[in-house]
């Protein structure tokens, strides 16, 4: 995770299994299936989580992202399976060789899915959601996708249900950092678009206070709004989009500040707040107006933290 498998070809067998993730920039390089020809006869599943708006900046619309996404399926073939969201109607017009699996946070007939508080798949039960320790509705999906792939190269039912208690969540990605001046701080970095920042937002208190920045990806911040306004979230906007993204919160209702830098963004996050709250790093924005990337704009609002409360 985090790394390039490039480097270790040359120590990988014909038995091992790789669980590779590619991107949409990946994807769209990839050559006909006609030209790989027998090199990827060993897929034996690929997955496609969700397509959001996202990287408009290189695919320029919303329908070239959604190709690009797409050329994962033309790596499948009749052996291989390939979870798709039952709920995004545009996948069901897709063509794929491999066998359609549909996933959902509902009973889902012949599919991959969540109920009564367990995680199903071809008559098992896969895991508990009481197991699961990542916060985060989005993130009861995200297990299921990777159950429902790992059962599918074949780990065991029983094996997984076990697993499950063991994952623990990666930094940035709804980090509980602690407590600071009496306000619970949460590490969401990781995010760089509205979606992303939806789903977590979604997760946290009522009244609490979101920072947003960086460089504007030009991407809809509607319900991003809409929802700040619906739980009475006070926003703090940083970096090169200030301006714009304060303007749009505020339209929509919600008490909202600008600041030039990041450090000043917390700043005015812990005067906006009283203790007992809570403050939300969720950018919804790129790093790229100062920082190189999202790793290095996430430590430096945890370098700008205060002494953790004892």
């Not at 994807?27 to 030209?35: G, T």
């Not at 070239?64 to 052996?79: G, H, N, P, T, V």
């Not at 209702?253 to 403050?279: H, K, Q």
């Amino acid at each position: 995770m985090g790394g390039s498998l490039l480097h270790a070809l040359d120590e990988i067998a014909a038995s091992d299994c790789c669980i590779v993730e590619l991107s949409s920039y990946q994807l769209e390089a990839l050559p006909d299936p006609a030209a790989l020809g027998a090199r990827i006869e060993r897929i034996e599943a690929v997955c496609i989580t969700n397509v959001l708006a996202d990287h408009l900046e290189r695919h320029a619309t919303p329908e070239s992202y959604a190709a690009a996404k797409r050329k994962i399926l033309e790596l499948a073939d009749e052996d291989s399976l390939a979870f798709l969201p039952a709920d995004d109607r545009r996948m069901k017009d897709w063509p794929t060789r491999a066998h359609r699996v549909p996933f959902a946070d509902r009973p889902v007939e012949g599919g991959l899915f969540q109920d009564e508080g367990a995680f199903h798949f071809a008559g098992d039960v896969l895991g508990y959601t009481r197991d699961l320790r990542l916060p985060g509705r989005f993130q009861r999906i995200n297990a299921l996708c990777a159950l429902g792939m790992a059962h599918a190269v074949g780990a065991d039912a029983a094996a997984l249900r076990t697993a499950l208690g063991q994952v623990r969540g990666l930094p940035h990605r709804m980090e509980n950092l602690g407590v600071f001046r009496g306000r619970r701080v949460i590490d969401n970095a990781v995010s760089t678009t509205p979606d992303s920042t939806f789903a977590v937002l979604r997760e946290v208190a009522d009244g609490t206070c979101l920072l947003v920045g960086g460089r504007r990806k030009q991407l809809p911040l509607d319900e991003l709004a809409h929802l700040a306004h619906v739980k009475g979230v006070s926003v703090v906007a940083f970096g090169e989009a200030r301006h714009e993204l304060a303007s749009e919160f505020a339209a929509r209702g919600s008490e909202t500040i600008v600041a030039a830098e990041l450090e000043e963004a917390l700043a005015r996050a812990f005067e906006l707040t009283t203790e007992g709250g809570c403050i939300l790093f969720s950018p919804a924005c790129s790093s790229f107006d100062t920082y190189p990337n999202f790793r290095a704009r996430a430590e430096a609002f945890q370098n700008a933290l205060p002494p953790r409360d004892p």
